[in-house]
């Protein structure tokens, strides 16, 4: 007899979906039939006239390729569009770049493309200019490549005219508030940079710096000492430097002080917690307390400034702890911000002798010239040579760096324009209430950085950026700024750009028929530019309130944690002193990207993981993937060993898809689809798990919990789909024929499967989805991302049935378990091998019952037998041979082979079969 191919028989899968991804190689041709299908207008176009949900972009700053940061900041945020305009909503993505400021001009200068004191203002600005906008295009590429879509188009620049004149007016409403004013304060300056920084560009690293205590001695008592002679007050500073610069002593006004006699350095008046330890470190004994006074008896008090002619009065100050120190606390006002304080209360200069390279001038006498670095090994010998050292030593501890150029920087009086915080702080603070902040904790971050804030120095002294629209009278310097100034400059920034403020004079700017209030009507403009947070924290009025596709306030602000001091802040600071508002109506954070351990990437350390590489080694959307993973909100971590992991996770994903989709290849959903009614128990049970699925992926996605959506789909797709619904399918599917009531059924709920999981996993594996969705059958839109989300259907949802399931496969696990345990023993192979006999108790009999035709089909076994309840606990698994020959077909062992003339190697199911 002729032998028989019954393989030719099956119903086996058949796809040309690949099973390997090829993602680095694919995706690309995604990106290109995007864009040439404009997919962007598309999706607006099919949600016009619905409801907006407006995620305003961050605008990242235009220096360099973009890093894992940039790569996480962008594929959350095109999450949170796609699944908003999937689920109904006209949700644009309009990308913003960030392209003023420092780093640029550095970069220019660094890469030797012009030295910048040897050109004028307006050519160092073009080639800023220039740098900026290469960059942009580079980010722009690489953002693309994510696989993020947005108006790559037509994005928002700081630098282009449009922007700049709106920026010009929200200072302008600002300045007509009141809200700005020019000060001589102690700001943070980076004497490297030559600038002004604000609090949001301060880093603190650990620095070594000396620590000194300096005896101060009391010319005058006030009569509020007794025996006034040889009386000294003890400061200790970490900034010898600003020894100069003192000009008084601050005790709080509560706290007691002690005056402490000693052998060698008279009597030393200091705080009664500290002096033990004080008196320890300078290595004194034989020391006696003779005297006890609160810190406001001694409010008045004259000392000798140890190294100058002049004076330091005793002040009194709330600043002032008992955490370090002698609780005498050395005052400058010119160098530091409750030192300025003090000073302000007790009429004291504002006196910082030092220039803005941080270099003393002549003010500081003997040290003119040397840089504050150099100054703080000279003033200690000065104060040693003059006796009033009592210890030298050195510390680590948190000290301010410029985040630009990482290094350490001053507190330094320079006369600087700041915004008023405080003339609309009340308002901030309330503002920040009508927020929804994600995750809670942000909103009292928030409030605690502006609760104490003050003011902002807005003012740079730098070239690349957008001038400060103010002018001054040559003759009696006043300032000038009014609406009708403001106007005439953001008209002209309009049509020629804020170079026009170096190209022109002032005279040029300014309307016709000017004067000040003197007489005169000459003026000079302003040569600082504006902090670039202030050009960041305008885009709420230069972008949302000018672009007819946004709105204003945005529905949310996406950004790293660092950013409630940076973007969050000064846009809410700008909009709430010009709107009344905050700009936002919900902001969310994510953390920071570190390596495998949890540290900070960097160069030095050699384990930084950077995005492009991700890409030619696993593709995007295994790099999207990685970013759902995760809880975002904490520090994310990135290695090779996760990225393994995630491209194994996406192959098992992948597989089942490709599986469901072999499967599918003869079905037609118009045609051959089933009522629910006549669906297979089964099938509806893998349809109610469905719905289950749907909710707790849409409930993720509308929560931002991405790492609930991943471990839900991976939990569905490996545990729910292929260790068990697609594997107890697979004799229905191959076995049964083609068109039979049992196949159909099972590729009716394999369908809706597929539409559905394409659909939850487009927000994240946007490249994948869009190939799954080519080869999907039925009709269908063009793109998955034109698609509507989907929703549970209520009809679909059978609890009753869920139940009587989730008893059975509790039992199925005791089944497998078993089984696994007698093909260690090689008792049997492949479980088609093997005969059960089950003993159940009660319970387990009575959630088997029901199923006890189908439990061969539901354990994948030839042969089981389900006895009666007994005296047994739970459920006993006796598992044996099967009895019988194997069918060629199907597998299954059954004594029934060969009783079939015609097909006597097969079962007598696959003879009825054929």
């Known amino acids: 007899m002729e032998e028989k191919d019954y393989g030719k028989t099956l119903n086996l899968p058949k796809t040309d979906f690949p099973m390997r991804a090829g ?221 100069p610069a003192n000009l008084a002593i601050s005790l709080h006004p509560d706290f007691t002080y002690v005056r402490v006699r000693t052998p060698k350095h008279g009597d030393l008046i200091l705080a009664e917690e500290l002096f033990g330890d004080v008196m320890e470190t300078f290595e004194i004994t034989g020391y006696e307390v003779v005297a006890k006074y609160k810190g406001k008896e001694l409010e008045g008090i004259v000392c000798k400034h140890p190294l100058y002619d002049r004076e330091s009065v005793v002040v009194l100050g709330e600043h002032v702890t008992l955490e370090a120190g002698t609780g005498c606390v050395h005052t400058a006002p010119g160098h530091g911000q409750e030192d300025y304080e003090v000073g302000l209360r007790y009429g004291l200069d504002i006196f910082a002798p030092m220039d803005h390279a941080g270099r003393f001038t002549q003010e500081a006498g003997p040290f003119a010239g040397l840089h504050y670095n150099e100054g703080n090994k000279r003033v200690s010998q000065a104060l040693e040579e003059e006796g009033a050292l009592l210890s030298l030593s050195f510390l680590k501890h948190p000290y301010p760096h410029c985040w630009r150029c990482k290094e350490p920087v001053l507190f330094r009086a320079t006369e600087q324009w700041f915004a008023s915080v405080e003339g609309f702080r009340k308002q901030a603070l309330e503002a920040i209430k009508d927020v929804k902040w994600i995750p809670a904790w942000g909103e009292e971050r928030i409030h605690n950085m502006i609760v104490d804030r003050h003011d902002w120095c807005i003012s740079r002294q730098r070239v690349w950026g957008v001038p400060i629209p103010i002018f001054y009278c040559t003759s009696c310097n006043k300032e000038l700024i009014n609406k009708e100034t403001i106007k005439a400059v953001s008209e002209l920034f309009a049509k020629e750009g804020s170079d026009a403020w170096f190209a022109r004079e002032a005279n040029e ?151 469901m989709l072999g499967n599918c290849h003869d079905f037609n959903p118009q045609a051959h689809a089933l009522s629910y009614d006549a669906l297979d128990e089964l099938d509806r049970y893998a349809l109610h798990r469905l719905q289950v699925l749907v909710e707790r992926v849409s409930g993720a996605y509308e929560d931002f919990e991405f790492h609930v959506v991943f471990h839900a789909i991976h939990n569905f797709c490996v545990i729910e789909m292929s260790n068990f619904y697609m594997d107890v399918l697979k004799d229905r599917l191959y076995t049964s024929p083609a068109a039979s009531p049992g196949r159909r059924s099972a590729q009716t709920v394999m369908h809706e499967i597929l539409v559905t999981l394409t659909k939850l996993i487009a927000p994240v594996l946007t490249f994948t989805s869009e190939e799954v969705w080519g080869y999907l059958p039925g009709d269908k839109e063009e793109s998955v991302q034109l698609s509507n989300w989907p929703q549970s259907r209520p009809e679909y949802k059978d609890e009753e049935l869920a139940k009587r399931w989730q008893k059975l496969l509790d039992y199925r696990d005791v089944v497998t378990r078993r089984l696994e345990e007698a093909r260690k023993e090689k008792l049997i192979g492949a479980s088609l091998s093997a005969a059960l006999d089950l003993y159940p108790d009660e319970d387990a009999y009575a959630a088997l019952a029901p199923f006890k035709d189908r439990l061969p089909e539901i354990f994948i076994v030839s042969a089981c037998t389900l006895h009666e309840p007994t005296g047994n606990k739970g459920l006993d698994v006796k598992v044996s041979t099967a009895v019988g020959e194997k069918c060629e077909r199907c597998w299954m062992i059954h004594p029934g082979v060969g009783e079939s003339v015609e097909h006597p190697t097969l079962c007598p199911r696959c003879s009825g079969v054929l």
């Open 23 to 243: 993602l680095p190689k694919r995706e690309p041709e995604f990106l290109e039939q995007w864009e040439k299908t404009d997919i962007y207008q598309k999706v607006r176009n099919s949600r016009q006239g619905k409801e907006k949900y407006v995620l305003h972009d961050g605008p990242p700053y235009a220096n360099g390729d973009i890093h894992m940061g940039h790569a996480l900041n962008k594929v959350l945020k095109d999450i949170i569009v796609k699944h908003k305009s999937m689920s109904g909503f006209d949700s644009p993505y309009v990308p913003g770049w960030d392209t003023h400021g420092l780093p640029i001009e550095h970069q220019v200068v660094k890469k030797g493309k012009v030295k910048r004191n040897e050109v004028t203002p307006l050519e160092f600005r073009r080639h800023c200019r220039d740098y900026a906008l290469r960059f942009l295009d580079i980010q722009r590429e690489q953002f693309k490549r994510l696989g993020v879509r947005g108006d790559w188009d037509n994005p928002y620049v700081t630098l282009k005219p449009e922007f700049e004149a709106r920026q010009i007016e929200v200072f302008g409403e600002m300045a007509n508030k009141g809200y700005i004013y020019k000060g001589l304060k102690p700001v943070h300056w980076c004497p490297q940079c030559e600038t002004a920084l604000a609090e949001a560009e301060i880093e603190y690293a650990e620095h070594k710096s000396p620590s000194i205590y300096v005896r101060f001695n009391v010319t005058d008592a006030k009569g509020k000492i007794a025996d006034p002679e040889n009386v000294w007050f003890v400061i200790w500073t970490t900034t010898p430097w600003t020894i």
């Open 509 to 659: 700017i300014l309307p016709a028929g000017t004067a000040c209030g003197c007489g005169h009507n000459e003026f000079r403009k302003e040569t600082d530019i504006m902090d670039v947070w202030f050009d960041s924290g305008s885009t709420h009025a230069a972008v949302l309130e000018t672009n007819p596709d946004l709105t204003s306030p945005a529905d949310l602000y996406l950004e790293g944690s660092d950013q409630y001091r940076g973007w969050f802040q000064s846009s809410l600071l700008t909009s709430v002193a010009t709107r009344d508002r905050a700009p936002y109506k919900a902001t969310l954070t994510h953390g920071w990207v570190v390596d495998g351990e949890g540290k900070k990437m960097s160069k030095s350390l050699g384990n930084v993981v950077a995005p492009e590489h991700i890409i030619k080694q696993y593709g995007a959307d295994i790099l999207r993937l990685w970013v759902s993973s995760t809880d975002f909100r904490s520090d994310v971590r990135v290695s090779q060993d996760i990225l393994k992991q995630l491209a194994e996770v996406y192959r098992k994903i992948r597989n089942t898809i490709r599986y």
